[in-house]
């Protein structure tokens, strides 16, 4: 598939890079977003074309993109823009959705002979921006080839898991093994600190033991223990994925105890914090339950 036109919908955090990254590949690159002004802002800063709505925006694409907040959203997408999709073009949803309603999508849009598959990524926005995102792709291998080289100007790590779906469970279940060494890496720095010692030698020590793990290599240091939370990546957001891995969870019938309080520690932070927290200001739910803040030894009142 010569891939000339993508209409690229959902300009967020992560999307804005990603579709950047396509501009800078030589693809023509229509971009559109639900905040009024955002896809104008893109053009005048990225390239590329911006449109009033994803109608305009995917008239003629050969490739359909959408990364947005939920699955709910992508069909509200679908659902508008399909009357315009030539039969033949390819919607990839990039959103962290639910495997489920991406199968439901698919079904509607292959009666009009336009087929989906779902690529959700990981690596936050550093590596979207310097396209080395890791893709979870899931659909038919033929679809994903013809592809390829749009996914490739987006990340450098491309791992086919199945079909339609697979992508999606996959990075739920991606996040949900990040949020549990999370969690369980911030008690055990309480309970350091609480001992003695120093919260930042701790990470060192993990970083150079069996204890290794993605939150102690590039959350714990440079967004807790700076108390920046700032990593681009929204507590909701990682509560969504923590409960679309427990639906699938419960879909096959899999015991997952740690799963759900993983999900269920998420969720209370979120209601705690109050909204537009991001993920790594979970570590404020264990530091209010322990009275006591990571680096320094402020104490963290439980109110």
């Known amino acids: 598939m010569d891939v000339s036109k993508i209409g690229f919908i959902g300009i967020g955090n992560m999307g804005w890079p990603m579709?950047?990254?396509?501009?800078?590949?030589?693809?023509?690159?229509?971009?559109?977003?639900?905040?009024?002004?955002?896809?104008?802002?893109?053009?005048?800063?990225?390239?590329?074309?911006?449109?009033?709505?994803?109608?305009?925006?995917?008239?003629?694409?050969?490739?359909?993109?959408?990364?947005?907040?939920?699955?709910?959203?992508?069909?509200?997408?679908?659902?508008?823009?399909?009357?315009?999709?030539?039969?033949?073009?390819v919607l990839v949803d990039m959103t962290s959705g639910a495997p489920g309603r991406t199968r439901e999508i698919?079904?509607?849009?292959?009666?009009?002979?336009?087929?989906?598959?779902?690529?959700?990524?990981?690596?936050?926005?550093?590596?979207?921006?310097?396209?080395?995102?890791?893709?979870?792709?899931?659909?038919?291998?033929?679809?994903?080839?013809?592809?390829?080289?749009?996914?490739?100007?987006?990340?450098?790590?491309?791992?086919?898991?199945?079909?339609?779906?697979?992508?999606?469970?996959?990075?739920?279940?991606?996040?949900?093994?990040?949020?549990?060494g999370f969690l369980i890496g911030i008690e055990a720095l309480l309970i350091g600190q609480r001992f003695g010692l120093d919260p930042a030698l701790m990470v060192d020590v993990l970083n150079a033991s069996t204890g290794m793990n993605n939150s102690t290599q590039k959350k714990f240091k440079q967004y807790v223990l700076s108390r920046r939370f700032d990593s681009g990546f929204g507590l909701d957001l990682m509560v969504k994925d923590l409960s679309i891995a427990l639906e699938v969870g419960r879909e096959?019938?899999?015991?997952?105890?740690?799963?759900?309080?993983?999900?269920?520690?998420?969720?209370?932070?979120?209601a705690l914090l109050g909204p537009g927290q991001d993920h790594t200001a979970l570590a404020q739910l264990s530091e209010k339950l322990a009275g006591e803040a990571l680096g320094g030894g402020n104490r963290a009142g439980a109110g």
């Open 106 to 180: 698919a079904a509607i849009l292959a009666e009009r002979g336009v087929a989906v598959v779902d690529c959700p990524v990981s690596g936050g926005v550093p590596r979207a921006k310097s396209g080395e995102l890791a893709i979870m792709a899931g659909g038919e291998e033929a679809v994903l080839d013809r592809v390829d080289p749009v996914l490739r100007a987006m990340g450098t790590s491309i791992h086919r898991c199945g079909g339609v779906g697979a992508g999606q469970a996959m990075k739920a279940l991606n996040n949900l093994v990040s949020a549990g």
């Open 252 to 270: 096959t019938g899999t015991p997952t105890p740690f799963s759900a309080l993983c999900r269920e520690l998420s969720a209370s932070a979120s």
């Open 19 to 89: 579709a950047a990254n396509l501009v800078k590949a030589g693809f023509a690159v229509t971009v559109s977003d639900a905040v009024p002004g955002r896809a104008d802002k893109f053009v005048a800063e990225a390239g590329g074309t911006a449109a009033a709505g994803p109608a305009e925006a995917v008239r003629g694409a050969e490739v359909i993109i959408t990364i947005l907040p939920t699955s709910k959203q992508v069909a509200e997408v679908a659902a508008q823009i399909a009357p315009v999709l030539a039969a033949g073009s």
